[in-house]
């Protein structure tokens, strides 16, 4: 096997590939990727065992052939080495040998007949959808995906598909985040999975904003996401059942505030700085036309923040973590923020103005 390849026509995928492998495996070749030339085509991929990540360019000077590579290390010496000369690389027994202008580097290879193959997936949906929007959708909801939670379904953001929305949803038990799109499921019985952590987060670094579609197929157990022709992730899902999340939306709340979103971000950003480190609690009291936040620490230091706002409901006084707060308004893009309470022991419901398919539910704390 020989290929040879630009740096730069070789740092994109590799790029990409070394995302999904981990630091620390339990068997060898899962820290390796798989390596093939064929047919004109330098074709890459790397696995965890649960998420897989395929890439592929374009070669002018090659011999067929396939083997494994280290990936981390074979990614950390294209992107040391300089743009001028050719990256060449040639396998040897049971090494390659990597050369650039002056440099040179071996390293070990294992065969390709042991690097695992990703199930086939025998989908039982297969849609289109743009870029961008997928790439909303998760922007808009993937920070409040749990990060090893023994109820491992919360490990993930779900995709409930039905006839008239995709919605994306996810939840650590302390925060909900929705985000909704309008989309036509024709003559398909409505589905939902769950799609695991990682492969959410390599999923939205290969997303652009742009027009082009890109496919998703589903079945009972696993995601294929074709982003192009050159590009394609795979995943299995997270077998469980998620939390019904319609009844986590308030129903009918009757204290509504509408506040300017990026002066409520900055007020509660500086209270933060005075807020218990440990538990980050603020304290929002609701009156008149008015928001006061206060917040304060064990070595007896204070904040308060004053802003304007529309509300006319009654006084209200209530808890958060300051963090979920920030993340929710750090992910909505409108002007003015609203925020719906119903009394000072319920979620609060915010969400961007004039917008009902964006919402996002945080819990309150006692401070």
């Known amino acids: 096997m020989f290929f040879e390849a630009s740096k730069k026509t070789l740092l994109t995928p590799l790029k990409l590939i070394a995302g999904v492998v981990e630091q620390r495996q339990t068997l060898p070749i899962l820290a390796n990727m798989l390596v093939q030339v064929k047919e004109g085509r330098l074709h ?18 090659y011999e067929e052939g396939e083997t494994t590579i280290p990936a981390r ?21 049971n090494h ?3 050369k650039a202008g002056k440099s ?31 790439k909303g959708l998760f922007s808009r909801t993937q920070f409040a995906m749990a990060q ?25 038990g302390h925060r909900l985040a929705l985000a909704s799109s309008d989309f036509s499921l024709e003559n398909h019985p409505p589905i939902q999975v769950i799609v695991p952590r990682k492969a959410v987060i390599e999923l939205s670094k290969m997303l652009d904003q742009d027009e082009e579609d890109i496919t998703i197929a589903l079945d009972n157990h696993h995601i294929k996401v074709v982003v192009s022709e050159d590009l394609t992730l795979s995943s299995k899902l997270i077998d469980g059942r998620f939390p019904d999340y319609y009844n986590v939306l308030l129903q009918n709340p009757d204290k509504i505030v509408v506040a300017d979103c990026h002066e409520l971000k900055q007020a509660l950003t500086r209270a933060a700085i005075l807020s218990n480190e440990k538990y980050k609690g603020v304290r929002l009291l609701l009156e008149n036309n008015m928001l ?7 070595e007896q230091e204070e904040a308060e923040e004053e802003l304007e706002v529309s509300y006319d409901g009654e006084s209200l006084e209530i808890g958060f973590n300051v963090t979920y707060l920030l ?3 750090s992910a909505i893009t409108t002007e003015e923020a609203v925020l719906c309470f119903v009394d000072s022991s319920s979620s609060c419901l915010l969400k961007p103005q004039d917008d009902e398919l964006t919402k996002y539910v945080v819990m309150p704390m006692r401070l």
């Open 73 to 93: 290390k074979f990614f950390d010496i294209c992107r040391s080495l300089g743009d001028k000369n050719p990256i060449q690389v040639r396998q040897e027994d």
């Open 96 to 98: 390659i040998i990597i």
């Open 104 to 134: 040179r580097f071996s390293l070990s290879t294992l065969p390709a007949a042991d690097f695992p193959v990703s199930a086939d997936i025998n989908s039982t949906l297969r849609f289109n959808l743009s870029k961008n929007v997928l």
């Open 44 to 61: 890459l991929t790397a696995t965890d065992a649960e998420v897989e990540i395929a890439c592929s360019v374009g070669l002018e000077s």
């Open 292 to 298: 006061r936040i206060t917040a304060s620490n064990p």
């Open 327 to 329: 993340d929710a308004l």
């Open 148 to 172: 090893q939670d023994v109820r491992y379904y919360l490990n993930g953001l779900l995709l409930d598909v039905n006839e008239e929305k995709l919605s994306v949803v996810a939840t650590d």
